[in-house]
Protein backbone atom coordinates (compact mmCIF):
# COMPACT_ATOMS: atom_id res chain seq x y z
CA UNK A 1 0.00 0.00 0.00
CA UNK A 2 1.14 3.66 -0.62
CA UNK A 3 -0.18 6.96 0.39
CA UNK A 4 -0.01 10.43 -0.44
CA UNK A 5 2.42 10.99 2.52
CA UNK A 6 4.98 9.11 -0.01
CA UNK A 7 5.01 12.14 -1.49
CA UNK A 8 6.84 14.78 0.87
CA UNK A 9 6.25 18.21 0.08
CA UNK A 10 8.58 20.64 1.94
CA UNK A 11 9.83 24.46 1.26
CA UNK A 12 13.30 25.92 1.17
CA UNK A 13 12.94 29.27 0.80
CA UNK A 14 11.36 29.90 -3.01
CA UNK A 15 12.21 25.98 -3.58
CA UNK A 16 9.26 23.40 -3.65
CA UNK A 17 10.82 20.34 -3.23
CA UNK A 18 8.65 17.23 -4.18
CA UNK A 19 10.36 14.01 -2.51
CA UNK A 20 9.97 10.07 -3.35
CA UNK A 21 9.92 8.45 -0.68
CA UNK A 22 8.24 5.22 -0.41
CA UNK A 23 10.53 3.06 1.01
CA UNK A 24 10.32 -0.70 0.86
CA UNK A 25 9.56 -0.26 -2.67
CA UNK A 26 11.96 1.81 -3.92
CA UNK A 27 10.09 5.37 -4.22
CA UNK A 28 7.66 3.04 -6.86
CA UNK A 29 4.66 5.44 -7.94
CA UNK A 30 1.19 5.06 -7.50
CA UNK A 31 -1.69 6.64 -8.25
CA UNK A 32 -1.92 8.50 -4.71
CA UNK A 33 1.85 9.49 -5.58
CA UNK A 34 0.88 10.92 -9.02
CA UNK A 35 -2.34 12.73 -7.92
CA UNK A 36 0.03 14.29 -4.82
CA UNK A 37 2.66 15.00 -7.13
CA UNK A 38 0.03 16.94 -9.24
CA UNK A 39 -1.66 18.52 -6.86
CA UNK A 40 1.49 19.95 -5.14
CA UNK A 41 2.99 21.25 -8.89
CA UNK A 42 -0.65 22.74 -9.28
CA UNK A 43 -0.33 24.68 -5.95
CA UNK A 44 3.43 25.92 -6.53
CA UNK A 45 2.49 27.04 -10.32
CA UNK A 46 -0.15 29.35 -8.65
CA UNK A 47 1.81 30.40 -5.46
CA UNK A 48 3.88 33.69 -5.54
CA UNK A 49 6.03 32.34 -3.17
CA UNK A 50 6.92 29.82 -5.04
CA UNK A 51 9.34 30.32 -8.03
CA UNK A 52 11.20 26.45 -8.67
CA UNK A 53 9.95 22.82 -8.73
CA UNK A 54 12.86 20.28 -7.57
CA UNK A 55 12.40 16.62 -7.70
CA UNK A 56 14.30 14.37 -5.01
CA UNK A 57 14.33 10.97 -4.38
CA UNK A 58 14.82 9.16 -1.06
CA UNK A 59 17.69 6.40 0.87
CA UNK A 60 19.44 6.52 -1.76
CA UNK A 61 16.70 5.76 -4.77
CA UNK A 62 15.50 8.51 -6.93
CA UNK A 63 12.42 6.66 -8.14
CA UNK A 64 11.96 2.79 -9.60
CA UNK A 65 9.02 3.76 -11.75
CA UNK A 66 5.37 3.26 -12.15
CA UNK A 67 4.38 0.68 -9.02
CA UNK A 68 3.96 -2.92 -11.03
CA UNK A 69 1.15 -4.31 -9.18
CA UNK A 70 -0.15 -1.14 -10.30
CA UNK A 71 0.37 -1.76 -13.97
CA UNK A 72 -0.84 -5.48 -13.15
CA UNK A 73 -4.29 -4.34 -12.09
CA UNK A 74 -4.43 -1.91 -15.02
CA UNK A 75 -3.28 -4.71 -17.42
CA UNK A 76 -6.53 -6.52 -15.55
CA UNK A 77 -9.04 -3.51 -15.90
CA UNK A 78 -8.73 -1.22 -13.13
CA UNK A 79 -8.43 2.43 -15.13
CA UNK A 80 -7.68 4.40 -12.00
CA UNK A 81 -4.08 4.56 -11.87
CA UNK A 82 -3.71 5.24 -15.60
CA UNK A 83 -5.83 8.13 -14.98
CA UNK A 84 -3.37 9.63 -12.15
CA UNK A 85 -0.33 8.81 -14.74
CA UNK A 86 -2.14 10.44 -17.43
CA UNK A 87 -2.56 13.49 -15.28
CA UNK A 88 1.30 13.87 -14.27
CA UNK A 89 2.38 13.06 -17.65
CA UNK A 90 0.04 15.67 -18.86
CA UNK A 91 0.63 17.94 -16.45
CA UNK A 92 4.54 17.87 -16.22
CA UNK A 93 5.28 19.78 -19.94
CA UNK A 94 2.72 22.35 -19.24
CA UNK A 95 4.58 23.66 -16.02
CA UNK A 96 5.80 27.21 -15.86
CA UNK A 97 8.45 27.35 -13.75
CA UNK A 98 11.75 25.89 -13.87
CA UNK A 99 11.92 21.94 -12.67
CA UNK A 100 15.10 20.61 -11.18
CA UNK A 101 16.17 17.29 -10.33
CA UNK A 102 18.59 15.63 -7.79
CA UNK A 103 18.87 12.12 -8.86
CA UNK A 104 20.57 9.45 -6.35
CA UNK A 105 20.74 5.55 -6.80
CA UNK A 106 17.83 4.20 -9.55
CA UNK A 107 16.23 6.54 -11.42
CA UNK A 108 14.27 3.70 -13.42
CA UNK A 109 10.90 4.30 -15.93
CA UNK A 110 9.33 8.21 -15.46
CA UNK A 111 12.08 8.59 -13.05
CA UNK A 112 14.60 8.68 -16.10
CA UNK A 113 11.62 10.49 -18.44
CA UNK A 114 10.61 13.35 -16.01
CA UNK A 115 14.18 14.11 -16.43
CA UNK A 116 13.59 15.10 -19.90
CA UNK A 117 11.10 17.86 -18.52
CA UNK A 118 13.99 19.55 -16.24
CA UNK A 119 16.05 22.21 -16.75
CA UNK A 120 19.05 21.37 -14.63
CA UNK A 121 19.99 17.76 -13.40
CA UNK A 122 22.19 17.21 -11.01
CA UNK A 123 23.29 13.21 -9.77
CA UNK A 124 25.48 11.19 -7.41
CA UNK A 125 28.18 8.54 -8.90
CA UNK A 126 25.54 5.57 -7.93
CA UNK A 127 22.72 7.32 -10.32
CA UNK A 128 21.77 4.53 -13.02
CA UNK A 129 19.19 5.68 -15.63
CA UNK A 130 16.90 2.89 -17.39
CA UNK A 131 13.74 2.99 -19.47
CA UNK A 132 13.06 -0.51 -19.50
CA UNK A 133 9.67 -0.16 -21.04
CA UNK A 134 9.79 -2.25 -23.80
CA UNK A 135 10.72 -5.26 -21.64
CA UNK A 136 7.78 -4.58 -19.97
CA UNK A 137 5.71 -4.77 -22.89
CA UNK A 138 5.48 -1.02 -23.01
CA UNK A 139 6.62 1.71 -24.75
CA UNK A 140 7.62 4.47 -24.15
CA UNK A 141 5.84 7.55 -22.08
CA UNK A 142 6.08 11.07 -20.98
CA UNK A 143 6.92 12.39 -24.61
CA UNK A 144 10.53 10.24 -24.37
CA UNK A 145 10.41 8.92 -27.85
CA UNK A 146 10.22 13.01 -28.87
CA UNK A 147 12.77 14.54 -26.30
CA UNK A 148 15.32 11.47 -25.91
CA UNK A 149 16.10 10.89 -30.03
CA UNK A 150 16.06 15.12 -29.12
CA UNK A 151 18.39 15.38 -26.40
CA UNK A 152 20.69 12.41 -27.05
CA UNK A 153 20.60 11.29 -30.47
CA UNK A 154 18.32 8.40 -32.07
CA UNK A 155 21.20 5.95 -31.24
CA UNK A 156 21.29 6.35 -28.10
CA UNK A 157 17.84 7.05 -27.36
CA UNK A 158 16.87 3.42 -29.25
CA UNK A 159 19.54 1.89 -26.96
CA UNK A 160 17.74 3.16 -23.98
CA UNK A 161 14.16 3.31 -24.58
CA UNK A 162 14.01 0.01 -27.02
CA UNK A 163 17.16 -2.39 -26.07
CA UNK A 164 16.33 -0.78 -22.42
CA UNK A 165 20.22 -0.13 -21.65
CA UNK A 166 20.79 1.34 -18.84
CA UNK A 167 23.02 4.87 -18.34
CA UNK A 168 25.19 5.70 -15.67
CA UNK A 169 25.96 9.12 -14.59
CA UNK A 170 29.60 9.07 -16.12
CA UNK A 171 27.55 8.45 -19.48
CA UNK A 172 25.06 10.25 -18.75
CA UNK A 173 26.90 13.65 -18.10
CA UNK A 174 28.62 12.73 -21.62
CA UNK A 175 25.26 12.83 -23.09
CA UNK A 176 24.88 16.43 -22.18
CA UNK A 177 21.96 15.57 -19.98
CA UNK A 178 23.74 15.97 -16.38
CA UNK A 179 24.87 19.24 -15.15
CA UNK A 180 27.31 17.67 -13.12
CA UNK A 181 28.10 14.32 -10.71
CA UNK A 182 27.98 15.25 -6.88
CA UNK A 183 28.94 13.33 -3.91
CA UNK A 184 25.44 12.02 -2.22
CA UNK A 185 26.01 14.52 0.58
CA UNK A 186 26.15 17.64 -1.45
CA UNK A 187 23.80 16.57 -3.72
CA UNK A 188 20.58 18.81 -1.56
CA UNK A 189 22.78 21.38 -0.91
CA UNK A 190 23.97 21.84 -5.09
CA UNK A 191 20.15 21.36 -6.44
CA UNK A 192 18.75 23.65 -3.78
CA UNK A 193 21.71 26.30 -4.61
CA UNK A 194 21.05 25.94 -8.11
CA UNK A 195 17.20 26.78 -7.66
CA UNK A 196 18.12 29.66 -5.63
CA UNK A 197 20.12 31.03 -7.92
CA UNK A 198 17.14 30.63 -10.06
CA UNK A 199 14.67 32.54 -7.85
CA UNK A 200 16.76 35.66 -8.00
CA UNK A 201 16.85 36.02 -11.98
CA UNK A 202 13.77 38.39 -12.82
CA UNK A 203 10.83 35.95 -13.00
CA UNK A 204 8.84 37.54 -16.44
CA UNK A 205 12.13 37.17 -18.01
CA UNK A 206 12.97 33.78 -16.92
CA UNK A 207 9.97 32.49 -17.99
CA UNK A 208 10.01 33.74 -21.20
CA UNK A 209 13.52 32.67 -21.64
CA UNK A 210 12.65 28.67 -20.27
CA UNK A 211 9.66 28.86 -22.87
CA UNK A 212 11.51 29.75 -26.10
CA UNK A 213 14.51 27.06 -24.72
CA UNK A 214 11.69 24.26 -24.18
CA UNK A 215 10.17 24.91 -27.69
CA UNK A 216 6.90 23.74 -28.94
CA UNK A 217 4.60 23.19 -26.10
CA UNK A 218 2.00 21.53 -28.67
CA UNK A 219 4.24 18.88 -30.01
CA UNK A 220 5.12 17.46 -26.67
CA UNK A 221 1.46 17.19 -25.37
CA UNK A 222 0.37 15.77 -28.86
CA UNK A 223 3.37 13.21 -28.20
CA UNK A 224 1.90 12.68 -24.84
CA UNK A 225 -1.39 11.42 -25.90
CA UNK A 226 -0.49 9.29 -29.08
CA UNK A 227 2.18 7.57 -26.32
CA UNK A 228 -0.63 7.43 -23.89
CA UNK A 229 -3.00 5.41 -26.44
CA UNK A 230 -0.42 2.94 -27.79
CA UNK A 231 0.76 2.19 -23.84
CA UNK A 232 -2.67 1.68 -22.65
CA UNK A 233 -3.44 -0.58 -25.54
CA UNK A 234 -0.04 -2.57 -24.88
CA UNK A 235 -1.06 -2.34 -20.55
CA UNK A 236 -3.77 -4.89 -21.24
CA UNK A 237 -1.40 -7.23 -23.82
CA UNK A 238 -0.60 -10.65 -22.54
CA UNK A 239 2.91 -9.81 -23.25
CA UNK A 240 2.97 -7.11 -20.53
CA UNK A 241 0.83 -9.24 -18.38
CA UNK A 242 3.40 -11.10 -18.04
CA UNK A 243 6.31 -8.91 -17.68
CA UNK A 244 4.79 -7.69 -14.55
CA UNK A 245 3.47 -10.91 -13.25
CA UNK A 246 7.57 -12.07 -14.01
CA UNK A 247 8.84 -9.26 -12.01
CA UNK A 248 6.70 -9.99 -9.10
CA UNK A 249 7.42 -13.21 -9.15
CA UNK A 250 10.59 -12.48 -9.19
CA UNK A 251 11.82 -14.52 -12.11
CA UNK A 252 12.68 -14.26 -16.26
CA UNK A 253 9.65 -13.67 -18.04
CA UNK A 254 8.88 -16.16 -20.94
CA UNK A 255 7.35 -13.97 -23.65
CA UNK A 256 7.62 -17.43 -25.97
CA UNK A 257 4.07 -18.61 -24.38
CA UNK A 258 2.11 -15.90 -24.76
CA UNK A 259 0.13 -14.66 -28.03
CA UNK A 260 -0.60 -11.14 -29.69
CA UNK A 261 -2.13 -10.31 -26.93
N1 LIG B 1 6.91 -1.55 -8.55
C1 LIG B 1 6.58 -2.32 -7.51
N2 LIG B 1 7.46 -2.80 -6.63
C2 LIG B 1 8.75 -2.46 -6.83
C3 LIG B 1 9.19 -1.67 -7.91
C4 LIG B 1 8.20 -1.20 -8.79
N3 LIG B 1 8.50 -0.42 -9.82
N4 LIG B 1 10.52 -1.53 -7.85
C5 LIG B 1 10.92 -2.21 -6.75
N5 LIG B 1 9.85 -2.76 -6.15
C6 LIG B 1 9.85 -3.57 -4.94
C7 LIG B 1 10.35 -4.99 -5.20
O1 LIG B 1 9.29 -5.81 -5.68
C8 LIG B 1 10.80 -5.37 -3.82
O2 LIG B 1 9.66 -5.66 -3.04
P1 LIG B 1 9.68 -6.88 -1.97
O3 LIG B 1 10.81 -6.58 -1.06
O4 LIG B 1 8.33 -6.78 -1.33
O5 LIG B 1 9.90 -8.13 -2.78
C9 LIG B 1 11.38 -4.06 -3.27
O6 LIG B 1 10.76 -3.03 -4.01
C10 LIG B 1 12.86 -3.94 -3.44
O7 LIG B 1 13.18 -4.09 -4.82
P2 LIG B 1 14.33 -5.05 -5.37
O8 LIG B 1 14.08 -5.32 -6.82
O9 LIG B 1 14.47 -6.22 -4.47
O10 LIG B 1 15.60 -4.08 -5.17
P3 LIG B 1 16.96 -4.09 -6.00
O11 LIG B 1 17.87 -3.17 -5.27
O12 LIG B 1 17.43 -5.48 -6.30
O13 LIG B 1 16.61 -3.44 -7.42
C11 LIG B 1 15.58 -1.85 -8.92
C12 LIG B 1 16.16 -2.12 -7.54
C13 LIG B 1 14.95 -0.46 -8.93
C14 LIG B 1 16.71 -1.94 -9.97
C15 LIG B 1 14.52 -2.93 -9.24
O14 LIG B 1 13.63 -3.01 -8.15
C16 LIG B 1 13.72 -2.70 -10.48
O15 LIG B 1 14.20 -2.89 -11.59
N6 LIG B 1 12.44 -2.32 -10.30
C17 LIG B 1 11.45 -2.27 -11.34
C18 LIG B 1 11.61 -1.06 -12.17
C19 LIG B 1 10.63 -1.02 -13.27
O16 LIG B 1 10.61 -1.82 -14.17
N7 LIG B 1 9.77 0.02 -13.20
C20 LIG B 1 8.79 0.33 -14.15
C21 LIG B 1 9.35 1.22 -15.16
S1 LIG B 1 8.19 1.65 -16.41
Redesign the pocket.
Known amino acids: MASMSDIAVHRDGATQILRFNRP???N??TGAMYDALCDALEAGEKDTEVSVHVFRGANG?FT????????LASSTGDQAVLKSVLRFIRLVPQIQKPMLAGVDG?A????TTLLFHCDLVFATPSA?F????L??G?VP?AASSLLMPQRMGYTRAYEMLVLGKPMDAEAMLRAGLLNAIVPPEELEERVIGAATSLAKKPPAALALARRLLRGDAEDVARRVDEEAAIFARQLQSAEAREAFQA??E?RAPDFSKVGDG
Open positions: GKMALVSGNDISDFPVGIGRHTPFDLLEFLK
